[in-house]
């Protein structure tokens, strides 16, 4: 009977082993060392074409080293895998980051990169170089890292120290980024006083025939499009106008005198020159002449203002006209 009987075998079969040999990520160190790189040129060097392609390469370099953690040695890809995934993982962490670092009111710039792609590509590099576990070859390098036991006590006051100056830099510059601070570009302005150098001086009732002074502060901040002789020529133009003016009526000149006869679309033109972050100050003396007509007194309470000094800077970049109002009453 044995020389019928089949070889026993077993009912389920084995399984087959799980394939141990995966993707090795060999450009790890590479990745990892444009990101260095592109750290250190981020801060000394200036922006320019090299900054902004290296920039563009330590992008992709930390969503390879995503990949390279998530993946590690245990999943067989391809190139083309592997080259989909790194652009796929380089939008998504760089999306990620830049909303992560703008919810704390840190602006979104190639820092990013910095501040998220460094501590991915150290640990990638540091997981993928031991074959044990990876989260406890981390943890046992930060520990080994943080071993102060064989320092005397001064050396670990002075290491305490250190540490506690990087924690207190890390956060000083997290909150500078809540600081307001003006543009280091600011617009033209132009403003009136009176003549004591107060806003709330300015003269606002005219008695016809009679002059009033009124200074005019020009501050020639720096503008994109400012003169490369470095001196800016601008036009200041003064007028009277009726309150209830409708903005088509033609305005006529006056010429240059002392004080200025400004009537009912009185118009006068003067050239002033103004420096990069500097101030021109000029002083008008202003009468209304005895042919204007006052404005009408009500039955009961003030008389209202019923002309309007305009004060307008022109020359600027872009054709715009800065202004400023003076709404008066003539009696």
Same mark, same amino acid.
Request: include cysteine.
């Given at each position: 009977?044995?020389?019928?009987?089949?070889?026993?075998?077993?009912?389920?079969?084995?399984?087959? !082993?799980?394939?141990?040999?995966?993707?090795?990520?060999?450009?790890?160190?590479?990745?990892?060392?444009?990101?260095?790189?592109?750290?250190?040129?981020?801060?000394?060097?200036?922006?320019?074409?090299?900054?902004?392609?290296?920039?563009?390469?330590?992008?992709?370099?930390?969503?390879?080293?995503?990949?390279? +953690?998530?993946? $590690?040695?245990?999943?067989?890809?391809?190139?083309? @895998?592997?080259?989909?995934?790194?652009?796929?993982?380089?939008?998504?962490?760089?999306?990620?980051?830049?909303?992560?670092?703008?919810?704390?009111?840190?602006?979104?710039? @190639?820092?990013?990169?910095?501040?998220?792609?460094?501590?991915?590509?150290? +640990?990638?590099?540091?997981?993928?170089? /031991?074959? /044990?576990?990876?989260?406890?070859?981390?943890?046992?390098?930060?520990?080994?890292?943080?071993?102060?036991?064989?320092?005397?006590?001064? @050396?670990?006051?002075?290491?305490?120290?250190?540490?506690?100056?990087?924690?207190?830099?890390?956060?000083?510059?997290?909150?500078?980024?809540?600081?307001?601070?003006?543009?280091?570009?600011?617009?033209?302005?132009?403003?009136?006083?009176?003549?004591?150098?107060?806003?709330?001086?300015?003269?606002?009732?005219?008695?016809?025939?009679?002059?009033?002074?009124?200074?005019?502060?020009?501050?020639?901040?720096?503008?994109?499009?400012?003169?490369?002789?470095?001196? $800016?020529?601008?036009?200041?133009?003064?007028?009277?106008?009726?309150?209830?003016?409708?903005?088509? @009526? !033609?305005?006529?000149?006056?010429?240059?005198?002392?004080?200025?006869?400004?009537?009912?679309?009185?118009?006068?033109?003067?050239?002033?020159?103004?420096?990069?972050?500097?101030?021109?100050? *000029?002083?008008?003396?202003?009468?209304?002449?005895?042919?204007?007509?006052?404005?009408? *007194?009500?039955?009961?309470?003030?008389?209202?203002?019923?002309?309007?000094?305009?004060?307008?800077?022109?020359?600027?970049?872009?054709?715009?006209?800065?202004?400023?109002?003076?709404?008066?009453?003539?009696?």
């Amino acid at each position: 009977m044995g020389l019928f009987r089949s070889p026993e075998r077993p009912v389920i079969p084995d399984e087959e !082993p799980y394939p141990t040999a995966g993707t090795t990520f060999p450009f790890v160190p590479l990745a990892v060392g444009v990101l260095v790189l592109h750290a250190i040129l981020a801060v000394t060097y200036p922006l320019s074409v090299l900054r902004s392609v290296l920039a563009i390469g330590a992008f992709f370099g930390m969503g390879y080293c995503v990949l390279a +953690l998530i993946v $590690g040695g245990r999943v067989r890809m391809s190139a083309a @895998e592997i080259l989909a995934f790194t652009v796929g993982l380089t939008i998504l962490v760089t999306s990620l980051s830049a909303l992560a670092v703008s919810i704390i009111g840190i602006p979104i710039t @190639e820092f990013a990169v910095v501040i998220l792609g460094l501590p991915i590509g150290f +640990l990638t590099l540091l997981v993928r170089r /031991a074959p /044990a576990h990876p989260w406890r070859v981390s943890v046992d390098f930060l520990r080994r890292y943080l071993d102060f036991s064989d320092y005397s006590l001064t @050396e670990k006051r002075v290491a305490a120290l250190l540490f506690a100056g990087i924690l207190g830099a890390l956060v000083a510059w997290v909150g500078l980024s809540a600081v307001q601070y003006p543009s280091p570009r600011l617009s033209m302005g132009i403003g009136i006083t009176g003549v004591d150098g107060r806003a709330d001086s300015v003269p606002t009732t005219f008695v016809r025939g009679t002059a009033q002074t009124i200074v005019v502060y020009v501050l020639g901040n720096v503008t994109p499009a400012w003169p490369a002789n470095g001196v $800016g020529s601008f036009s200041l133009r003064i007028r009277m106008a009726p309150a209830n003016a409708t903005g088509t @009526e !033609p305005f006529h000149s006056i010429p240059a005198a002392s004080p200025l006869p400004l009537d009912a679309f009185a118009q006068y033109n003067e050239t002033i020159v103004v420096e990069p972050n500097g101030q021109s100050t *000029k002083s008008f003396s202003i009468s209304v002449p005895p042919s204007v007509t006052p404005c009408p *007194k009500p039955p009961t309470g003030p008389t209202q203002p019923c002309y309007v000094f305009r004060f307008e800077l022109l020359g600027l970049a872009g054709n715009g006209i800065l202004r400023s109002l003076a709404p008066i009453v003539v009696t």
